[in-house]
């Protein structure tokens, strides 16, 4: 028998390494051998590190601080499946860590994960690579990213797998990734409508949900909103709805038809089938707040377009809206007060919400929830606005009352509102006084007040409103809303500026008014903003004008001009053209001022200082009872019981031993110029014609001022040192216009005006330059045939030849206005 002789091939070669098994403690260990050149020892590292990173947000950490991010991404392209698969892995539980997602961002890992999503690729790779995209995608860089690099169409693809896992993370990107609006454009384009529909019936309650909430954010694109309906997407969301056992998805899939609501072309789909009427009844049932709320949101954004008011309307949307202000959820409340605001705008929904919806909106101004209370009251406005009838529901149901309480609101939109409503009740007469006796005035400083554009623009509007009585004038007044309105002149907000102005404009009707206005510096804001040809407005050059009407010493020291209509009364006064900027004083601070070689103030007072006897008497006895004799010598006086107060006219004698400090100031009376009106009103005022009436007119006033002086003698006419004198002798710069007895053109201007508005002689008084002064006069002139010519305007010559009337735009007549 032959040696049996061993093989070669029995021994293992030389060169090849016996197998090593090598178990590791640590992951800095594994993370080096994601370098090894060997398939097998890759995917085990690779699986070790997902079980390692799937325990906590710290081992993600500690994976990338040991680079096991940058080693994964190179796997990403690995050739072998396992290896591939198995990185992803890692990558996708990793990604849910921030500051991994900051150097996936960084390593531009988009690319290869888009390309993992391939139909040949492994399930499990589908699963890892979208839920990785799936975490990317909250940032707006990696949208863009994906959507350039062709990412969506793989991801709707997978829509479709079998994997319930691949379609949740598909579908999570997809959602993320439609926030953005290009996107949104994008997956419709790519039919994305159809796989969602189908998603709608997964056994998964999380995928169904998912799939309304992408459904929601697309169908708020019109054209997402047309393929809904043509893909039957409508009756899918129906029958959600009519479906109990998915009353988990009833809020979201309320949420999608709310954005079919918006569409009329949609909403007439709706009809049609039925199925408005269906959600409307779905909607009464339901006690869900959450339904309930969000529903009545749908219907709101709904109601903004006219065409769907109206099948609103027809579908009585009115009685569901109603019925949510009775329920105990505040959040439903406000829903339900804001779809009310929005229905308000078709006029028959209008009056059945007014007739019906007004006295529970009042009650909901008392809640304690600021939010609720503010949306009633929005509501309240809208159903009052251009609306008598519900205006006077407001009233019948005691609403004033709640109304003003709500002025004191946290909430500023409250505040406005209430303002709002009170404003279109005192649109009628026994509305606005009832408000008035509730102190509307004194409750709108504070809105006045207020930082708040809107609140300001409304409680500015209120004022104007109401100040047409003078009762409310004499309130703001009195309670200091004058001064915050004259601040609200100054906003750079147009809407409020006008307000104020029209505010202004209103409140300056009175003389009391008009004068605190201009006090508080109204005059000089109206000046500029007229002056911008952006700022100024109807209402400023109106309430310039009405201020200076009510204010006719301020309006001739400032215009230098008073019109035929501008009557000047009793406390009038000229003290010279005031420069701009300079306060103007009033007559009581000027009487102040100590003696001066200034030009005198002029002024016109014809009114007795008047004086019940029993003041006198606490005045000075001896003065009563010196007045008291001269009062029986006149005449048989009345009993003591028919005349309980008696009213005295004091003589000057009798005047100056009353002492000032006990009395308020009051300018002196001028006894002379009482005269020359009692004169004038029966020489003058008897005369048939104007014309005869304004010569003879003239005549008095020149021979009242020192005669006729010649144009030639005009420098020796010493009419300054008259005045030092006077103002001497009263020891005051004041000087009634009667102790003028030597007086040049604006003396004598000023005079003719005064006796002429007392005796109803249209004239105007105009200041000019160097103490020039003259009247203007409007004459009819009858032709030769006798027939009615337009009036002619003259100027009256009070200086040169008293009574001569120079035609307005004459040479004389210029010359008389220079010399």
Request: glycine share 6%; with cysteine.
């Amino acid at each position: 028998m032959g040696k049996k002789v061993k093989k070669e091939t029995d021994s293992p070669p030389k060169d090849v390494f016996d197998p090593l098994l090598i178990e590791s403690k640590t992951p800095a260990t594994v993370v080096l051998m994601l370098s090894s050149p060997e398939n097998e020892v890759l995917a085990k590292a690779c699986d070790a590190l997902y079980k390692f990173a799937s325990k906590d947000d710290e081992n993600k950490v500690t994976l990338l601080g040991l680079g096991a991010v940058e080693h994964l991404y190179k796997l990403l392209s690995h050739e072998d499946p396992l290896v591939r698969r198995n990185a992803i892995m890692v990558f996708g539980i990793m990604a849910s860590n921030n500051d991994v997602r900051k150097l996936l961002r960084e390593l531009d890992v988009t690319n290869s994960l888009i390309s993992q999503l391939a139909p040949e690729e492994d399930v499990v790779i589908h699963e890892f690579a979208t839920l990785c995209l799936g975490y990317m995608a909250v940032e707006y860089t990696t949208k863009v990213k994906i959507f350039e690099q062709g990412g969506l169409e793989p991801l709707i693809r997978l829509l479709g797998s079998p994997d319930p896992d691949v379609k949740k993370n598909s579908l999570e990107c997809i959602y993320l990734l439609v926030q953005d609006f290009q996107n949104r454009a994008a997956v419709r384009e790519l039919n994305v409508i159809p796989p969602l529909l189908g998603l709608l019936e997964s056994e998964y309650p999380v995928i169904q949900l998912l799939a309304l909430q992408t459904l929601e954010v697309i169908s708020r694109d019109r054209e997402t909103r047309i393929l809904l309906g043509e893909n039957n997407g409508l009756d899918c969301l129906l029958n959600i709805l009519e479906n109990n056992e998915l009353s988990d998805l009833h809020i979201e899939t309320l949420a999608v038809l709310g954005n079919c609501l918006e569409d009329v072309h949609t909403l007439q789909q709706i009809q049609l089938t039925g199925g408005l009427k269906t959600l409307l009844s779905f909607l009464k049932v339901s006690t869900v707040p959450d339904i309930q709320k969000n529903a009545t949101k749908a219907i709101t954004k709904a109601a903004y377009d006219s065409e769907i008011r109206k099948i609103l309307h027809w579908e009585e949307v009115e009685k569901f809206l109603l019925s949510l202000l009775e329920t105990n959820n505040d959040e439903v409340k406000v829903a339900a007060s804001q779809a009310i605001s929005a229905m308000c705008e078709n006029i028959d929904s209008k009056c059945i919400l007014g007739l019906q919806g007004i006295p529970q909106l009042i009650q909901l101004l008392s809640s304690d929830n600021e939010e609720v209370k503010e949306a009633a009251v929005t509501a309240l406005t809208n159903l009052t606005t251009a609306n008598p009838r519900n205006a006077s529901v407001v009233a019948e149901v005691e609403g004033i009352a709640p109304l003003m309480n709500t002025l004191n609101a946290q909430r500023d939109g409250a505040i406005s509102n209430a303002i709002a409503v009170l404003t279109n009740l005192s649109l009628q007469e026994p509305f606005r006084v009832s408000i008035q006796r509730q102190g509307i005035m004194s409750a709108l400083v504070g809105p006045l007040r207020s930082t708040n554009s809107q609140v300001q623009s409304k409680a500015a509007f209120a004022v104007a409103a109401f100040a047409c009585d003078a009762d409310a004038r004499a309130e703001l007044r009195n309670v200091g809303g004058l001064g915050p309105l004259v601040e609200l002149l100054h906003s750079r907000n147009e809407e409020v500026r006008r307000n104020a102005c029209w505010a202004v404009m209103v409140c300056g009707s009175d003389e009391l008014t008009a004068v605190e206005l201009c006090r508080l510096g109204s005059l000089d804001i109206l000046e500029e903003i007229n002056l911008s040809t952006k700022r100024k407005n109807k209402f400023s050059e109106a309430a310039l004008e009405k201020l200076l009407d009510n204010n006719l010493s301020q309006k001739y020291s400032r215009m230098g001009y008073l019109s035929s209509s501008n009557i000047i009364t009793n406390g009038f006064y000229d003290c010279g053209q005031i420069k701009r900027g300079v306060k103007f004083l009033s007559l009581e601070e000027l009487s102040k001022q100590e003696l001066t070689d200034r030009r005198a103030i002029i002024v016109i007072n014809a009114k007795p200082q008047e004086i019940t006897v029993e003041k006198l008497q606490e005045v000075s006895p001896s003065v009563s009872e010196r007045s008291s004799r001269e009062k029986s010598r006149k005449g048989k006086g009345r009993k003591e019981e028919e005349k309980p107060k008696e009213v005295i006219r004091l003589t000057p004698t009798v005047q100056e031993e009353i002492k000032p400090e006990n009395s308020h100031w009051l300018p002196p009376p001028d006894f002379v110029l009482m005269d020359y009106i009692d004169d004038a009103s029966k020489t003058i005022l008897p005369l048939t014609t104007t014309r005869e009436q304004v010569v003879a007119l003239a005549h008095f006033v020149a021979d009242k001022m020192g005669g006729p002086v010649q144009p030639e003698e005009l420098h020796n006419f010493c009419w300054e040192l008259d005045m030092s004198e006077i103002e001497f002798d009263l020891k005051s710069n004041i000087v009634p216009i009667g102790k003028i007895k030597r007086g040049t053109f604006y003396h004598r201007a000023l005079l003719f005006k005064v006796i002429a508005d007392r005796i109803s002689i249209g004239c105007s008084l105009v200041r000019g330059k160097y103490n020039r002064a003259w009247n203007e006069v409007k004459l009819v002139e009858y032709s030769p045939k006798g027939l009615l010519l337009p009036p002619q305007g003259y100027i009256v010559d009070l200086m040169f030849e008293p009574g001569r009337l120079l035609k307005q735009g004459s040479a004389k007549a210029d010359r008389y206005k220079r010399i």
